[in-house]
């Protein structure tokens, strides 16, 4: 009689083995789905945001002061996307940490180095996006040159660096949260100081600046929908300058909306709630998804990343289906080099007239 219930005990651990297997309890199939989506999402976000760094650096006319700052933001997006999600893709596909306790908080820094400096990099377009619009006439002040944005984005770069790393040192604790599948900061009323340091003074505080800037930016525009050239040089730029705000306001939009939710579930938890793991997994899959927006609505409202992007495809597709001009290709790779255009051939009016902001 005892054989006989061991026996059946074995049978049963066998039938829920591969339940019991994942650290979460989750079936099979939703493993594979969740590893899938996460794949995606890293590659895309990988690849789009190198798309966005390589044609503003080979295209003249993205070469622009604002378009520093652009990049700056595609190079956060890229950090996180290679230094960061595959840790994340990891524990998605075991359902624990993959890479060791000891490198944990270091891999939760790096995350939060590169959200802030993503939050802060916006704040920054959108001071100069104020400056060129509202305060125009103090304009080159403060933004001489490129080399000036450069100087701009370190600093950004610096204080995300000084502001993400304090739990390493014993402000805040940086450590495994199974159920976001990441190393992050544990947001409790312990830290409490560090976590109103970042939320109110980093996240809230910049994100108001955000807004006002633009906000002022809208009010300049309409007001001076009439007397365009009392701000701007010629209507052309003018135009160029209205493209580029609603792509930068855009990506702003979707940054906020995608952080947003789980900044409210982490709040929640911190407080005491208990949201299920379908919750935390929505939310921090959703936060991802911002780092692969940006090159789609640069792509969607923006004509000079557009013309850009198509250039690149057109020119890779004429390189990949072409097997006998490859020499034709590296001659045309040479002459647009030297006039600092991504076109394989210059298409008629491709040189529209643009801003130097």
């Known amino acids: 009689m005892g054989s006989l219930t061991n026996v059946s005990n074995l049978s049963n651990h066998k039938s829920t083995g591969l339940h019991n297997e994942d650290p979460l309890g989750r079936a099979v199939a939703l493993v594979a789905i969740e590893t899938i989506f996460a794949l995606a999402i890293t590659t895309a976000s ?23 700052f652009i990049e ?9 996307a290679f230094l960061h999600m595959p840790f994340w893709v990891g524990s998605i596909i075991t359902g624990r940490w993959v ?7 270091w891999a939760a820094a790096m995350q939060f180095t590169f959200g802030i400096c993503s939050i802060l990099t916006m704040g920054l377009i959108a001071v100069n996006r104020f400056f060129k619009v509202v305060k125009s006439n103090s304009y080159a002040k ?18 995300a660096a000084l502001l993400a790393t304090p739990p390493l040192y014993g402000w805040g604790v940086m450590r495994y949260h199974d159920k976001f599948a990441l190393c992050t900061l544990i947001w409790d009323k312990q830290h409490l100081s560090y976590v109103l340091t970042i939320i109110l003074g980093v996240i809230n505080g910049t994100t108001v600046v955000i ?6 930016i809208y009010k300049t525009v309409k007001s001076s929908s009439t007397n365009v050239a009392a701000h701007l040089q010629n209507n052309a730029s003018h135009a160029t300058d209205i493209k580029l705000l609603k792509s930068t306001f855009a990506v702003v939009c979707f940054f906020l909306a995608t952080w947003m939710p789980v900044s409210l579930v982490v709040v929640y938890e911190t407080v005491g709630g208990r949201p299920p793991r379908f919750v935390f997994a929505s939310v921090i899959f959703l936060m991802f998804t911002s780092s692969c927006g940006n090159p789609i609505i640069y792509g969607i409202l923006n004509p000079q990343f557009r013309r850009a992007f198509l250039s690149v495809f057109k020119c890779r597709l004429s390189f990949a289906t072409d097997e006998g001009s490859t020499s034709n290709i590296f ?6 080099a030297q006039t600092s255009t991504l076109h394989c051939e210059k298409p008629p009016n491709a040189l529209a007239p643009t801003s130097v902001g």
Do not use: E
């Open 46 to 68: 990988l690849l789009g945001n190198a798309l966005v760094i390589y044609v503003v650096r080979k295209d003249s006319r993205l070469r622009t002061i604002t378009n520093v």
């Open 72 to 80: 700056s933001l595609a190079w956060t997006d890229v950090c996180m």
């Open 99 to 105: 890479a060791g306790q000891t490198f944990c908080p």
């Open 142 to 159: 403060y933004f001489k040159s490129r080399r000036s944005a450069v100087f701009y984005c370190l600093l950004v770069w610096m204080a």
């Open 211 to 216: 807004f006002y800037c633009y906000y002022k």
């Open 331 to 336: 001659a045309q790779s040479r002459a647009t």
